[in-house]
């Protein structure tokens, strides 16, 4: 009976999941048709596969400009943040100050604020200090994903028994040999844990690229949000993307174990 209320139960969770993936599967199949299968009344589902579409949209001449600013700006604001983090995790775990708790509060507060409400003060203030630049987006990036960060791998830090550090010590190990070279290791599973959602946080950022962002510095949201006003509005823009999901969707793929212990703020350990 046991076993059966099993399969009942992985079989609606593959049910739902095939749910979900529905609207991916019907963005990889406009990627591929032509013109005629994408106005087929009724729709068709059975069709020759075609690279029209995606060889359009590589041809753009921005189209690896704006793929290549996401890559950078994704992959350095959220080393940066977890650089940033780490620091901090380290002093309010092992000094722990009186002010912890509330300090812990107010950053992730900091998250709570919606975009929008921002906009306006951040965009005096980039105009006033020449922050208009790709410099300027990685350093808001980057301080955007810290909060985040610090309460992900404050968890894993703590779990980290203060024996450790102590015996490095009296063997002679400085601060930063303790930090980087005994602490930092052990709490791996976090750090990839805050990376993921770093990356993705910043890859799917729309408006403040879209607001405080200069022509050189606009990423893929912007081009897909920029392709709506083409006449082929729809071949284009689901080729592009199918292009703009497939890194995060790899990443997600092969550290998707980690989703859970980040999610859990490194409560959940047995998992690895």
Same mark, same amino acid.
Request: proline share 7%.
């Given at each position: 009976m046991t076993q059966q209320r099993s399969r009942w139960q992985v079989g609606i969770l593959w049910l739902a999941?095939?749910?979900f993936f529905l609207p991916m599967l019907w963005l990889i199949m406009t990627a591929f048709k032509t013109d005629d299968d994408l106005l087929a009344v009724p729709p068709r589902f059975l069709f020759t596969?075609? &690279?029209?579409?995606? *060889?359009?949209?590589?041809?753009?001449? *921005?189209?690896?400009?704006?793929? &290549? *600013?996401?890559?950078?700006?994704?992959?350095a604001s959220a080393a940066l943040a977890l650089f940033v983090a780490f620091l901090a995790v380290y002093a309010l775990s092992r000094y722990r100050p009186r002010l912890s708790q509330p300090i812990l509060f107010v950053l992730l507060s900091t998250r709570m604020i919606p975009s929008a409400a921002m906009l306006l003060m951040l965009f005096q203030l980039f105009n006033l200090l020449k922050l208009r630049n790709a410099f300027g987006l990685l350093l808001m990036y980057t301080a955007l994903n810290i909060p &985040?960060?610090?309460?992900? &791998?404050?968890?894993?830090?703590?779990?980290?028994s203060l024996r450790f550090d102590e015996t490095a010590i009296v063997n002679g190990a400085s601060i930063g040999h303790v930090m980087f070279r005994v602490v930092l290791p052990q709490i791996r599973p976090g750090l990839i844990a805050a990376f993921i959602f770093n990356f993705v946080f910043v890859w799917n950022e729309w408006l403040f690229n879209l607001i405080l962002g200069t022509p050189g510095t606009q990423m893929l949201p912007y081009a897909l949000g920029l392709g709506l006003e083409r006449q082929d509005a729809t071949q284009?823009?689901?080729a592009l993307a199918l292009a703009y999901v497939l890194l995060p969707i790899v990443i997600v793929f092969v550290f998707q174990r980690y989703f859970l212990i980040g999610m859990t703020f490194g409560t959940v350990r047995d998992e690895m």
């Open positions: 999941a095939a749910l596969p075609t &690279l029209e579409r995606i *060889n359009a949209m590589l041809a753009e001449p *921005n189209t690896l400009p704006y793929f &290549l *600013n996401s890559v950078m700006f994704s992959l &985040l960060s610090v309460w992900i &791998l404050k968890g894993f830090v703590d779990s980290v284009y823009v689901s």
